[in-house]
Every structure is written in structure tokens, then in C-alpha cells.
């Protein structure tokens, strides 16, 4: 697949089929993340795949953002509601979960770069996703306070994200983008 096909197609999907993914897919989209970039090579990001039990665990934390965050907002459509309390159920059913940890720094620069370091690992992993077939979602719900627990991620660590990944149940179109001009500047 050519890398602005990738681009232009991996979609966030919500909803799953309950297909397993392959492991020989899963170790492939793992590989993929460790060829992000990062800061002197230093490779800062650990993967953790969250087993049914962990998931059963994180379930109601998500419900509970949903719930405090986009369910409360009145301007948002009914059917949108329905589709993302849906999600909330068993996390749209999505077979493998995956939080991306990292490590802290040595110094400033590197408390600043290894999370993103690990955010690359991420797009690497979800580009690898959609080139192998399957679909992906990036969750941020790492960032709930009992997540770390749940996750046994040391306090000194940041969970950069949870991605989901399996076959998707549908697929959405492409949401619409800001002209380039209007997210570019030059200076002289």
C-alpha cells in the first residue's frame, strides 16, 4: 500500500467484529511501533496488551467519561449518542487493546520527547493496522486516574494511549479537513 493511501484511509472506528486478530498480524503492528522515531534512539515506549479481565476493568471508566464528557453535551445528535453508549459497552467490542506506555526522562528534553516518541509508535501501529486490513481507535483513556492501577503502569510513567485494533464492524467516511493553507505558515 502506498503511504498517502494509508494516510488517507485508516479511519477511527468505533465498532467492532468479534473476529480475532492473528497474532503473526498483531507481532507485525507491534514491529511497526518500534520503528517510530525518537529521541537519540532511545525507543522510550512499552507495549501492554490488556487481557479480558484488565479490559472488564477499564469498561467503566470509559462509560464514566462518556458519561461526564461527550453524553452531557446537549448540541450532540441522539443517533451519535446511541453509537458511542454502544461503544461503551464492551469498549465497541474491539478484540485486542494495547496501551503505550513510556518511561520517564533523564532530562527536560526527554520528559518532553518521549511521549511523543510514543505517540509515533501509535500512528506507526495504526497505519500498519489499516495496511493489514484491520481498523483502529486511539482512547485516552489512560488519562483516568484509576488507569494506572488497573494497567500497573509505575507513577513515573505516562500511558501516551490505548489503541484498539481488530476488524472493523463498518467503516465511517472521512471526516471533512481544514484547508492546508489555513494550518501552514512560512516565515521569511
Given at each position: 500500500m502506498e503511504?498517502?493511501?494509508?494516510?488517507?484511509?485508516?479511519?477511527?472506528?468505533?465498532?467492532?467484529?468479534?473476529?480475532?486478530?492473528?497474532?503473526?498480524?498483531?507481532?507485525?503492528?507491534?514491529?511497526?511501533?518500534?520503528?517510530?522515531?525518537?529521541?537519540?534512539?532511545?525507543?522510550?515506549?512499552?507495549f501492554i496488551?490488556?487481557?479480558?479481565?484488565?479490559?472488564?476493568?477499564?469498561?467503566?471508566?470509559?462509560?464514566?467519561?462518556?458519561?461526564?464528557?461527550?453524553?452531557?453535551?446537549?448540541?450532540?445528535?441522539?443517533?451519535?449518542?446511541?453509537?458511542?453508549?454502544?461503544?461503551?459497552?464492551?469498549?465497541?467490542?474491539?478484540?485486542?487493546l494495547i496501551?503505550?506506555?513510556?518511561?520517564?526522562?533523564?532530562?527536560?528534553?526527554?520528559?518532553?520527547?518521549?511521549?511523543?516518541?510514543?505517540?509515533?509508535?501509535?500512528?506507526?501501529?495504526?497505519?500498519?493496522?489499516?495496511?493489514?486490513?484491520?481498523?483502529?481507535?486511539?482512547?485516552?483513556?489512560?488519562?483516568?486516574?484509576?488507569?494506572?492501577?488497573?494497567?500497573?503502569?509505575?507513577?513515573?510513567?505516562?500511558?501516551?494511549?490505548?489503541?484498539?485494533?481488530?476488524?472493523?464492524?463498518?467503516?465511517?467516511?472521512?471526516?471533512?479537513?481544514?484547508?492546508?493553507?489555513?494550518?501552514?505558515?512560512?516565515?521569511?
Amino acid at each position: 500500500m502506498e503511504t498517502w493511501a494509508a494516510i488517507k484511509g485508516r479511519r477511527t472506528v468505533h465498532m467492532y467484529r468479534p473476529d480475532p486478530v492473528e497474532e503473526e498480524i498483531l507481532q507485525k503492528i507491534f514491529a511497526a511501533g518500534t520503528w517510530a522515531p525518537s529521541h537519540a534512539n532511545k525507543q522510550p515506549w512499552e507495549f501492554i496488551r490488556i487481557g479480558p479481565r484488565t479490559r472488564e476493568k477499564l469498561i467503566p471508566l470509559l462509560q464514566e467519561r462518556l458519561e461526564n464528557g461527550p453524553l452531557k453535551r446537549p448540541d450532540l445528535p441522539a443517533d451519535r449518542k446511541n453509537m458511542l453508549r454502544r461503544f461503551g459497552e464492551n469498549i465497541g467490542n474491539v478484540p485486542e487493546l494495547i496501551a503505550v506506555v513510556t518511561c520517564p526522562g533523564s532530562n527536560p528534553m526527554e520528559d518532553f520527547e518521549f511521549p511523543l516518541a510514543a505517540a509515533a509508535a501509535i500512528q506507526n501501529m495504526a497505519l500498519m493496522a489499516y495496511d493489514l486490513g484491520l481498523a483502529s481507535i486511539w482512547l485516552s483513556l489512560g488519562l483516568h486516574p484509576r488507569a494506572r492501577g488497573i494497567l500497573g503502569v509505575p507513577e513515573d510513567y505516562k500511558i501516551v494511549g490505548i489503541l484498539g485494533l481488530g476488524y472493523p464492524e463498518y467503516t465511517p467516511e472521512a471526516p471533512p479537513r481544514l484547508a492546508l493553507q489555513a494550518k501552514l505558515r512560512q516565515l521569511p
